[in-house]
């Protein structure tokens, strides 16, 4: 007899495997994404920071009777 086709064993041994596959690129593309969100967290938390710093040298020069050229 000549058959065709996979048995059970076989499906369920290679969705075994691609759920394997799958959850090892979830975690690490998670782990990624936390650590992405993180650093652009942080990265706009200094940027406001030295904005917040220019802004009161900028009046701090202004008060002072200087004039002051702004190129922003």
């Known amino acids: ?10 499906l369920m041994v ?3 495997c691609s759920a394997i596959l799958v959850a090892s ?8 994404h936390g650590t992405f ?3 652009v967290s ?6 406001e920071i030295q904005m917040d710093d220019i802004r009161k040298v ?7 009777g200087g004039r002051l050229e702004s190129r922003f």
Do not use: H, P
């Open 1 to 10: 007899m000549n058959r065709k086709g996979f048995t059970l064993i076989e």
């Open 14 to 16: 290679a969705v075994a």
């Open 25 to 32: 690129v979830w975690q690490c593309f998670s782990l990624f």
């Open 37 to 39: 969100v993180r650093l």
């Open 42 to 47: 942080d990265y706009g938390t200094q940027f």
């Open 58 to 64: 900028m009046k701090n020069a202004r008060g002072l």
